[in-house]
């Protein structure tokens, strides 16, 4: 028989929180302002979201074993629908064009970033995240354009990595920590771990991460959410929209 989209994207979401083995808390809807460090950046980030629905917004899914997901439908810059998943321990912030969770009293925060890969680098890394060269994340999470650039962009990077994919997940994690700008134009260290996949030409990476000395911490929350992240391809076919 077909299966509807909903349905689909259920299966998909509590399959992904069942292979999970981080304990996270529940989150809330919360409101924020868009952009930098803090949120509070005055240049709007481009982390390459594109919602399958124009009019669609970072969205909840409640898994049947209980626990919270946020599921959404993608776009990758080559066209290919991508389901993104990941769990969320803070605060859903709704933002237009963004998927980021944050915690409203403390530096931790979790958002998804798209980038695309040329057409040189495809042969090379597709559906092999794990081959992504330090430069991919050093150009596209730490560039003047991303989440982190909007007073500069950041500087003393530095990314190793710390889990390699596998059949099963076929996402890469690796860690980073660097220097950015607040918008009181201070210095802070932080440190991210970023999980990335790769569904046609884009790289969908979830970051996730703290101050640096929050980091120890935070770590098992933070590599959490790192580990709990998907994205794959959506069936070509024989998935119908379904509509109320």
Same mark, same amino acid.
């Not at 991508?82 to 859903?92: Q, R």
């Not at 009181?184 to 991210?192: A, N, Q």
């Not at 929050?214 to 379904?242: C, H, M, N, W, Y």
């Given at each position: !028989?077909?299966?509807?989209?909903?349905?689909?994207?259920?299966?998909?979401?509590?399959?992904? #929180?069942?292979?999970?083995?981080?304990? *996270?808390?529940?989150?809330?809807?919360?409101?924020?302002?868009?952009?930098?460090?803090?949120?509070?950046?005055?240049?709007?980030?481009?982390?390459? +979201?594109?919602?399958?629905?124009?009019?669609?917004?970072?969205? #909840?899914?409640?898994?049947?074993?209980?626990?919270?997901?946020?599921?959404?439908?993608?776009?990758?810059?080559?066209?290919?629908?991508?389901?993104?998943?990941?769990?969320?321990?803070?605060?859903?912030?709704?933002?237009?064009?963004?998927?980021?969770?944050?915690? #409203?009293?403390?530096?931790?925060?979790?958002?998804?970033?798209?980038?695309? #890969?040329?057409?040189?680098? +495809?042969?090379? =890394?597709? /559906?092999?995240?794990?081959?992504?060269?330090?430069?991919? =994340?050093?150009?596209?999470?730490?560039?003047? /354009?991303?989440?982190?650039?909007?007073? @500069?962009?950041? =500087?003393?990077?530095? +990314?190793?990595?710390?889990?390699?994919?596998?059949?099963?997940?076929?996402?890469?994690?690796?860690?980073?920590?660097?220097?950015?700008?607040?918008?009181?134009?201070?210095?802070?260290?932080?440190?991210? =771990?970023?999980?990335?996949?790769?569904?046609? /030409?884009?790289?969908?990476?979830?970051?996730?991460?703290?101050?640096?000395?929050?980091?120890?911490?935070?770590?098992?929350? *933070?590599? @959490?959410?790192?580990?709990?992240?998907?994205?794959?391809?959506?069936?070509? !076919? @024989?998935?119908?929209?379904?509509?109320?």
């Amino acid at each position: !028989s077909t299966m509807n989209r909903s349905d689909f994207i259920s299966q998909f979401a509590s399959l992904s #929180l069942i292979t999970t083995t981080a304990c *996270l808390p529940k989150n809330d809807a919360a409101f924020a302002f868009d952009g930098g460090v803090g949120g509070l950046g005055k240049v709007k980030p481009n982390t390459g +979201i594109k919602f399958r629905d124009s009019d669609a917004s970072p969205r #909840l899914v409640t898994a049947f074993s209980g626990g919270e997901m946020v599921t959404n439908e993608l776009i990758a810059p080559d066209g290919t629908i991508a389901l993104v998943t990941f769990e969320a321990p803070w605060p859903l912030l709704q933002s237009p064009g963004q998927i980021e969770a944050r915690d #409203l009293q403390n530096p931790e925060s979790a958002f998804v970033q798209v980038a695309e #890969l040329s057409k040189e680098d +495809i042969p090379k =890394y597709s /559906n092999k995240a794990e081959s992504l060269p330090k430069s991919f =994340y050093a150009d596209t999470v730490f560039g003047s /354009n991303g989440k982190f650039g909007a007073y @500069g962009a950041p =500087y003393d990077v530095s +990314i190793k990595k710390v889990a390699a994919g596998d059949a099963g997940t076929a996402t890469t994690i690796v860690a980073a920590t660097f220097t950015t700008l607040t918008p009181g134009l201070r210095e802070s260290p932080r440190k991210v =771990y970023i999980a990335s996949s790769i569904v046609g /030409n884009g790289v969908f990476m979830m970051v996730t991460g703290t101050t640096q000395n929050r980091f120890k911490s935070q770590e098992d929350a *933070l590599r @959490g959410v790192a580990e709990s992240f998907r994205a794959i391809e959506a069936p070509k !076919s @024989g998935l119908s929209s379904t509509r109320s």
